[in-house]
């Protein structure tokens, strides 16, 4: 059995860093093993402008340890108000990869996100001509659709008609969570990519609901599904350049979380290279991990793979903190439920 893996240094397609001391709690823990990530814009208040995305990665740098070569690829949240000129701007100096979509009152923070999507229309076709990718948030927020199928609706009633109004949209949907989602991603062309996070690899609806609620794995797009989590693995491993990694690491505190209205997010940046090994092994597809965590991400969003290695080794069970401090908290860090054994060893 293999029990060393050398892999292209891996990215984060889907990055959740917040601010202030939460952010210098947690970027240190994705930088510890990434080279660069897509760093959503989901702050209060949201980051919309180009300044604001400038402003918030001198933010993320200085938060970085001593010598980090961490690279956060900027976003800017996408709403109504959002003007074309200043995102074309932002895209072709650099300073941001991708756009983000939050329907408004999708998840976390989304309260400025969008209503109505034929006002975004403008935006939209200016990035496809300028071929700045939209990341989205694929979930309805019609509280007439049952919350297990806000993803499979939103494919159909959004995301679809916005594809087919704006040919040359380059999309991302972020963390699918459903076998339409994956179904839907790997017929739609080198236009479309998928993300899928660790915790939608490991965990269906059972986990967080039966044996008593477990707040830590509450997470949006919610789990659904043994069936959709088998789908989610199949896409995982498949080595199809659609499919790559986006852990939606979203740290909270234990506090904000353990509320009676706590909030969703899955804390996964310490130990999810672990995890993923884990899963992929499981599966018997160890030779495609580097292929979903380290090249079908940069071969979507047009750029190179990282030239740097990384080694994990199988060995002892490995010891993680079961929370990370901040000056905020505490933060649950994410529990596969099984002893991990894959560790990154340089
Ligand atoms: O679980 C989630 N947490 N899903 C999201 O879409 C947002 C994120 C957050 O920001 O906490
Ligand atoms: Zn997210």
């Given at each position: 059995m293999t029990d060393t893996l050398t892999i292209?240094?891996?990215?984060?397609?889907?990055?959740?860093?917040?601010?202030?001391?939460?952010?210098?709690?947690?970027?240190?823990?994705?930088?510890r093993h990434?080279?660069?990530?897509?760093?959503?814009?989901?702050?209060?208040?949201?980051?919309?402008?180009?300044?604001?995305?400038?402003?918030?990665?001198?933010?993320?740098?200085?938060?970085?340890?001593?010598?980090?070569?961490?690279?956060?690829?900027?976003?800017?949240?996408?709403?109504?108000?959002?003007?074309?000129?200043?995102?074309?701007?932002?895209?072709?100096?650099?300073?941001?990869?991708?756009?983000?979509?939050?329907?408004?009152?999708?998840?976390?923070?989304?309260?400025?996100?969008?209503?109505?999507?034929?006002?975004?229309?403008?935006?939209?076709?200016?990035?496809?001509?300028?071929?700045?990718?939209?990341?989205?948030?694929?979930?309805?927020?019609?509280?007439?659709?049952?919350?297990?199928?806000?993803?499979?609706?939103?494919?159909?009633?959004?995301?679809?008609?916005?594809?087919?109004?704006?040919?040359?949209?380059?999309?991302?949907?972020?963390?699918?969570?459903?076998?339409?989602?994956?179904?839907?991603?790997?017929?739609?062309?080198?236009?479309?990519?998928?993300?899928?996070?660790?915790?939608?690899?490991v965990?269906?609806?059972?986990?967080?609901?039966?044996?008593?609620?477990?707040?830590?794995?509450?997470?949006?797009?919610?789990?659904?599904?043994?069936?959709?989590?088998?789908?989610?693995?199949?896409?995982?491993?498949?080595?199809?350049?659609?499919?790559?990694?986006?852990?939606?690491?979203?740290?909270?505190?234990?506090?904000?979380?353990?509320?009676?209205?706590?909030?969703?997010?899955?804390?996964?940046?310490t130990n999810t290279l672990s995890i993923l090994s884990h899963v992929f092994e499981e599966?018997?597809?160890l030779?495609?991990l580097?292929?979903?965590?380290?090249?079908?991400?940069?071969?979507?969003?047009?750029?190179?793979?990282?030239?740097?290695?990384i080694t994990l080794k199988r060995g002892d069970p490995v010891a993680y903190p079961a929370?990370?401090?901040?000056?905020?908290?505490?933060?649950?860090v994410f529990d596969p439920g099984y002893p991990l054994h894959w560790r990154v060893v340089g």
């Amino acid at each position: 059995m293999t029990d060393t893996l050398t892999i292209h240094t891996p990215d984060d397609w889907h990055l959740h860093l917040r601010d202030g001391a939460m952010l210098r709690a947690v970027a240190p823990e994705s930088a510890r093993h990434f080279a660069r990530a897509i760093i959503m814009p989901n702050l209060v208040p949201p980051v919309v402008t180009g300044a604001d995305a400038a402003a918030y990665r001198d933010r993320i740098l200085s938060a970085l340890p001593e010598g980090s070569g961490f690279t956060p690829l900027m976003t800017l949240y996408l709403t109504e108000d959002t003007d074309p000129d200043d995102l074309a701007r932002a895209h072709a100096d650099g300073l941001i990869t991708a756009v983000k979509l939050y329907p408004a009152g999708a998840t976390t923070n989304s309260t400025s996100g969008v209503r109505d999507f034929e006002v975004i229309r403008p935006v939209l076709e200016k990035m496809a001509e300028i071929g700045c990718p939209l990341c989205v948030h694929g979930e309805v927020t019609d509280p007439d659709i049952d919350i297990f199928d806000r993803e499979a609706v939103f494919i159909d009633r959004v995301l679809d008609p916005i594809r087919r109004a704006t040919p040359g949209l380059r999309v991302v949907m972020e963390h699918i969570t459903t076998k339409q989602g994956v179904e839907y991603a790997s017929e739609g062309g080198p236009d479309l990519g998928a993300t899928i996070t660790t915790h939608h690899l490991v965990i269906n609806r059972n986990h967080i609901l039966s044996g008593g609620i477990k707040p830590h794995y509450y997470c949006l797009p919610v789990a659904k599904r043994e069936e959709h989590r088998i789908a989610l693995r199949r896409a995982a491993v498949s080595g199809d350049p659609t499919f790559f990694l986006g852990t939606d690491s979203a740290p909270h505190t234990d506090a904000n979380k353990l509320l009676p209205c706590g909030c969703a997010g899955c804390f996964t940046a310490t130990n999810t290279l672990s995890i993923l090994s884990h899963v992929f092994e499981e599966e018997s597809a160890l030779d495609r991990l580097d292929s979903f965590t380290s090249i079908n991400g940069p071969k979507f969003y047009r750029l190179p793979a990282n030239d740097s290695t990384i080694t994990l080794k199988r060995g002892d069970p490995v010891a993680y903190p079961a929370r990370i401090e901040t000056d905020d908290g505490p933060v649950t860090v994410f529990d596969p439920g099984y002893p991990l054994h894959w560790r990154v060893v340089g």
